[in-house]
């Protein structure tokens, strides 16, 4: 059980959602960081009170300092500071909801000062799994998932037999917003188009990588180091409701789900007080309300990112890593109007083809295939 959290990226939009379990479960709130925006953390901070907050953007930090001076709230910033934060003496357990492969070294640094994980940033396994999960053996620290599906299979092995009884875990994904679209159909979407989201309300990168179903790939990586399973044990079914948050199958041909409303909060709070449970301020599903729930194989070929990432885990080492890497620049170029939707998969997999990396690794070997494989989708 959680008592005295940190939360990094407390601005975006399971920040928030976090912020609103701490408001209805009572957890004191130790640290809050995020990348620059200042107003909103000083809004958090002044309600919750926290010994530290953190801004990555050093020009944000140094402004925010000035607005909280009337407190005695400790205002750090760069990565030092989210790192100094993330090793607080005083917590227990550090949320990270930071975006991307930035929110690595706050995890690394979370796991040797020994704190619980929650982690909602996939990015950390994606791009330094093996890494990761040495570090936490090592520290002996636990590193809880939040993302929903993870959380949903994490909620299903509870009460798993002792024996290597597990046979697949079933990753349920909603399809986004072009579920059903053909490649010809895709190629001239909008970034608005890729935005509108049918189930989930998220930050812009993640909308737009569910969009892509690079998503999907992604938390196929994330399940493979969470779950110890082989990538081919692995399978995704679009789940158009996002009802149904994953399933495990066991050797019996039993399958377990577990469902709910699509609400961030439940898979959140869970991380939190695993192994308890407690009232949720969410709304309660409702099955005769939803009625019925559809399943489908995902469109492999018009949405290639799964496939890339299948490719990237078995291929090994620091793959995953750069297509990891690849994505969030053709991600962010795609945002800024720079190139067509479908050029998102072309890219990451064009990086994925030439890129040669290395299969053991250290933290800056990670920072390094980051550098070259954007650099590769930008094309400089
Ligand atoms: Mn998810």
Redesign the pocket.
């Known amino acids: 059980m959680t008592e005295n959290l940190v939360l990094l990226g407390s601005t975006g939009s399971i920040g928030e959602q976090s912020l609103d379990v701490c408001r209805k479960c009572g957890y004191k709130v130790k640290a809050l960081t995020a990348n620059s925006n200042v107003e909103k953390i000083e809004r958090q901070a002044r309600e919750f009170k926290p010994e530290a907050v953190a801004l990555a953007d050093e020009k944000s930090a140094a402004e925010l300092k000035v607005k909280l001076a009337d407190t005695d709230i400790r205002v750090l910033s760069g990565v030092e500071g989210v790192c100094e934060c993330a090793s607080l003496d005083s917590a227990d357990t550090v949320l990270n909801s930071v975006v991307g492969m930035a929110g690595l070294l706050p995890t690394l640094t979370a796991i040797r000062a020994k704190k619980k994980i929650a982690l909602a940033n996939k990015e950390t396994l994606v791009a330094g799994g093996q890494l990761v999960l040495s570090e936490a053996e090592k520290y002996g620290a636990d590193i809880l998932p939040v993302?929903?599906?993870?959380s949903a299979i994490f909620q299903c092995l509870q009460g798993k037999p002792s024996n290597k009884a597990l046979k697949k875990i079933i990753l349920t994904a909603s399809g986004g917003p072009f579920f059903g679209r053909t490649r010809e159909e895709l190629a001239s979407v909008t970034v608005g188009d890729a935005l509108k989201h049918p189930n989930w309300s998220m930050g812009a990168k993640i909308t737009i990588d569910s969009a892509t179903m690079m998503?999907k790939g992604l938390?196929l990586i994330e399940a493979v180091w969470l779950f110890g399973v082989k990538p081919e044990d692995i399978e995704i079914v679009v789940h158009r409701e996002s009802i149904l948050h994953s399933a495990v199958e066991y050797d019996d041909n039993s399958v377990i789900a577990q469902l709910g409303v699509p609400d961030m909060r439940i898979p959140i709070q869970y991380a939190l007080t695993y192994p308890e449970r407690y009232p949720s301020p969410t709304r309660e599903l409702d099955l005769t309300e939803i009625s019925s729930m559809s399943f489908f194989k995902p469109d492999y070929e018009t949405f290639s990112c799964i496939n890339i990432c299948k490719d990237a885990i078995n291929k090994g080492g620091l793959y995953p890593a750069a297509v990891n890497s690849a994505n969030e620049q053709a991600n962010l170029m795609f945002r800024e109007g720079k190139i067509g939707f479908l050029e998102i998969a072309e890219r990451v997999q064009r990086v994925l083809d030439e890129i040669r990396v290395k299969q053991d690794y250290c933290f800056e070997d990670v920072l390094e295939t980051d550098k070259l494989a954007r650099r590769m989708v930008r094309g400089d």
Request: aromatic residues 0%; hydrophobic residues 0%.
């Open positions: 993302d929903s599906e993870h998503n938390e």
